[in-house]
């Protein structure tokens, strides 16, 4: 089984930055994906994808945070980081880690950061 454990949220001013992390740990057979998504306010049922980072280096972003935002992956340490620049207070969320682990493709979900932009 494998556990997500996800760090980093917090408050921040507009204009300001953060970076989550999120460390996978447990029996690993092989990550295919590393990922974050969001669930803004009032929208209880939607989790946007933010960014995603593929084995193999592939790396696709929301275009509402292209150019502002970076996912990186360690693969040694199984861990990966989402660098939030130039925040907006629509980035207002909580952020939650995703993985796509092993030949089944099984998805796991982080317990959820949250990210608080103050205009």
């Known amino acids: 089984q494998v556990q997500l454990v996800e760090s980093g949220g917090g408050l921040v001013q507009a204009g300001g930055s953060l970076r989550l992390s999120c460390a996978a740990s447990?029996?690993?057979?092989?990550?295919?994906?590393m990922g974050w998504y969001r669930r803004s306010p009032g929208k209880y049922q939607q989790r946007e994808l933010v960014?995603?980072?593929?084995?193999?280096?592939?790396?696709n972003y929301a275009d509402s945070v292209k150019g502002r935002f970076t996912i990186s992956v360690d693969k040694a340490k199984n861990t990966a980081y989402l660098q939030m620049n130039s925040l907006k207070p629509e980035d207002t969320a909580v952020y939650y880690c995703?993985?796509?682990?092993?030949?089944?493709?099984?998805?796991?979900w982080g317990q959820g950061t949250k990210v608080t932009v103050s205009s």
């Open positions: 960014a995603v980072s593929i084995s193999g280096g592939t790396t």
């Open positions: 995703n993985v796509e682990e092993g030949i089944l493709g099984l998805t796991i």
């Open positions: 447990g029996s690993i057979f092989r990550i295919n994906a």
